[in-house]
């Protein structure tokens, strides 16, 4: 189990980089990758 938090993590991280780099706002965000996040259960 220890593994999935690991990716889990990884996975978020990726997020926040996408997040930083383009310099979006948290709607606009949200309206791009929310989905994703979900469906990965990082929300």
């Known amino acids: 189990m ?4 690991t ?3 990884d996975i978020y991280k ?6 930083l780099a383009h ?3 948290s709607r606009e965000f949200n309206r791009l990758y929310g989905k994703d996040m979900e469906r990965l259960g990082l929300d």
């Open 14 to 19: 990726t997020f926040v980089e996408l997040y």
């Open 2 to 5: 220890e593994d999935f938090y």
């Open 23 to 25: 310099g979006l706002s």
């Open 7 to 9: 990716i889990k993590l």
